[in-house]
């Protein structure tokens, strides 16, 4: 013991350290000469930030010496992966800890107004316009994926991003976006007349999602894109806290472990930047960084349009929006003019917009307007990022964003929480950082074209006020056959209207349920091209196009019918096609004999019968039965 104690005062003075620090955390003393000189730094500054509670529990040196060592890894990765370490970590939740105890509003002296961007009709001559200068740059763009999430609304026991975004073709969500990549990689190089460059595709994980979302990619070859093309950037979580001056949680079942939570995905930024990724494609002349959310399965259909608004208006920033009903889960993107003159285009989250407003002369807070909406646009998290100005930017702020803390208190003195905290971010906070000479714009487009997430689980979901959208599996694939059926109409096809049904509680839109892969048509001129004459869909029909070179002329469509052709194969499809086709049978979510990716949209597709016919060899086809 004798020896132990010898051995730790040397190398307490080998280090430099006064006994004071020491004497602090005895228990700590004790087991100094366990640590390299590495994780002594790393207790030093534990100690002088005031976390000595740390080490109250461990026991004396020669009993979980390697527990004491693992719990040294830990803090060594809390300090490096968060901007400016965990010492900056803990001041700053020093000081949102008091402004939340003190009830400070963050958006004091800032008055909140509608913000002016632009509006998008989808088909008109300015949304073609805007679609082709999207796809024109789309080759100097890159994209990002965060899906760190663990989705906890939704409950799904699987990573969203491997469900199916519908269950017509069973596509999951990953792959249709790097399917959605890989045409818009292949339209803008045609544009570009073979000066070609692979579309770059990020994903943020956790350790929630990193294996799983690996393990999808690697056991279907990526979905057909390069593995070098697609770069998995994983989030660490950050350190909980147990009370107002920032002490720092212990993991409940472990004394010596630190407990952890998800700081949100605003961790983009700092990924992007400190991975060295940004850099690399800046220096291969990238232009743009796209930033999208794991479940929406619309979202490509909004793209080249968005990326078309900010290029041709050079937007430093541009958010995409969609009309938001009062109240709904989704951010208002709002104006916030400071009592000093400042003022930003920013996201103001959903909880946060009804107090803002009451607090700023609107008594009625979050309510509709005339338009039967709310006036400020719903935030649906897809940024469009200029690389250059991001970059420069991320150099001054090593990617860090303005955090917020959200305790749950135990009562009103605030002294106290219920459990413990931790500081989060988002991701669509990048611009309050900005000068006011940044260029921060929005595009608006239909929610019927952009916007249909999966975050809600079906009991939640059948919860929603009438009139709000559901959020849900269910709904998130009503919509994509919702919006193909809209887009095949104003493309010139008679397409019936859809009929009302209920599935899992949630009275929905069935419209016929047609699909395609996004190399048949991504952009609207893309699809008015190939669908000529006089085509019209029945209601109860299903259409599923896999080919890159098929053209819908005079077709009559009740029923099934799925086409699949090699590229350089041309068909023509045509004439009637009449069969039982494919039905929709309600399933009940707790019904635990049918695979829950199915259950919890309610219903399960009944393959009675369909016209199926598949070109493998080049050449052109006629289809008419
Ligand atoms: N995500 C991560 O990658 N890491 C994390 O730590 C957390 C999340 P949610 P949220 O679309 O309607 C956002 O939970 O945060 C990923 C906007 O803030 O689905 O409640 C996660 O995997 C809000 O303004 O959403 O709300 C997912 O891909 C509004 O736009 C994404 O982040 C809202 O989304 C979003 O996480 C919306």
Not at 61 to 87: C, H
Not at 109 to 132: A, C, H, M, R
Not at 485 to 495: E, H, Y
Not at 565 to 592: C, F, I, M, Y
Request: charge should be neutral; charged fraction near 25%; aromatic fraction near 8%.
């Amino acid at each position: 013991m004798a020896s132990t104690v010898d051995s730790a005062a040397e190398q307490l003075s080998k280090l430099g350290i006064d006994g004071a620090f020491a004497d602090s955390a005895p228990n700590l003393k004790k087991n100094l000469h366990l640590l390299s000189s590495e994780q002594v730094e790393l207790a030093k500054m534990l100690m002088e930030m005031g976390q000595s509670h740390l080490f109250e529990k461990w026991a004396a040196p020669g009993v979980d010496d390697n527990e004491k060592r693992a719990f040294f890894d830990q803090v060594a990765k809390l300090n490096s992966s968060y901007p400016g370490g965990l010492k900056s970590y803990i001041k700053t939740a020093r000081e949102l800890l008091a402004d939340s105890k003190a009830g400070k509003n963050p958006f004091d002296g800032f008055t909140p107004s509608v913000p002016t961007g632009e509006v998008l009709k989808f088909g008109d001559d300015t949304f073609i316009n805007y679609e082709q200068a999207g796809v024109k740059e789309a080759k100097n763009a890159a994209f990002v994926l965060v899906a760190g999430g663990l989705g906890e609304r939704l409950g799904y026991n699987g990573i969203k991003v491997a469900l199916p975004a519908e269950t017509t073709t069973g596509t999951c969500f990953l792959q249709n976006y790097i399917e959605c990549i890989l045409a818009l990689q292949e339209s803008s190089c045609r544009l570009a007349e073979g000066k070609c460059q692979e579309i770059p595709f990020a994903i943020m994980t956790s350790d929630d999602t990193h294996s799983r979302t690996q393990e999808l990619l690697e056991s279907n070859s990526y979905f057909g894109m390069k593995p070098t093309q697609v770069k998995l950037l994983k989030q660490e979580k950050v350190a909980c806290l147990d009370d107002n001056d920032a002490r720092l949680a212990m993991d409940p079942k472990n004394k010596y472990r630190i407990q952890t939570k998800p700081h949100g995905h605003g961790d983009v930024h700092a990924l992007l930047y400190s991975s060295g990724l940004l850099k690399e494609w800046h220096d291969a002349g990238l232009k743009w960084v796209l930033f999208f959310q794991d479940t929406n399965g619309l979202l490509f259909k909004a793209i080249p349009a968005s990326l078309g608004v900010s290029a041709t208006k050079q937007y430093h920033v541009n958010s995409l929006a969609v009309p938001r009903k009062a109240k709904e889960a989704i951010g208002g993107i709002t104006r916030l003019t400071h009592a000093d003159g400042r003022s930003m285009v920013i996201n103001v989250e959903y909880n946060q917009l009804d107090p803002l407003l009451r607090a700023t002369g609107f008594p009625d807070g979050d309510v509709n307007c005339e338009t039967g909406y709310s006036p400020f646009p719903g935030n649906i998290n897809q940024l469009i990022l200029e690389l250059g100005p991001y970059m420069e930017e991320l150099k001054k702020t090593g990617g860090a964003i303005k955090e917020f803390v959200n305790p749950k208190y135990k009562d009103a003195s605030k002294t106290s929480f219920k459990s413990s905290t931790r500081l989060e971010c988002m991701m669509q906070d990048y611009p309050k950082t900005l000068p006011p000479s940044a260029k921060v714009g929005f595009t608006v487009m239909d929610t019927w074209l952009a916007y249909a997430p999966v975050k809600n689980n079906p009991e939640d979901a059948a919860k929603v006020p009438k009139g709000n959208p559901y959020h849900s599996a269910t709904s998130g694939e009503m919509a994509i056959y919702c919006a193909n059926s809209l887009i095949l109409r104003k493309a010139g096809a008679q397409v019936d209207d859809p009929v009302q049904e209920v599935f899992n509680g949630q009275e929905v839109e069935v419209w016929p349920r047609l699909t395609w892969k996004p190399k048949w048509g991504l952009t609207f001129s893309e699809i008015k091209n190939k669908v000529s004459g006089s085509c019209s869909v029945s209601q109860k029909s299903t259409m599923v196009i896999k080919g890159r070179n098929v053209v819908l002329e005079d077709l009559s469509l009740n029923g099934a019918l799925i086409i699949d052709s090699v590229d350089d194969a041309e068909v023509r499809v045509g004439g009637k096609v009449q069969n039982k086709g494919w039905t929709l049978e309600p399933v009940d979510h707790k019904d635990t004999s049918v695979p829950e990716e199915i259950r919890i949209r309610g219903f399960k597709i009944n393959k009675l019968e369909q016209l199926e016919r598949s070109y493998s060899e080049p050449g052109k086809f006629s289809l008419k039965p």
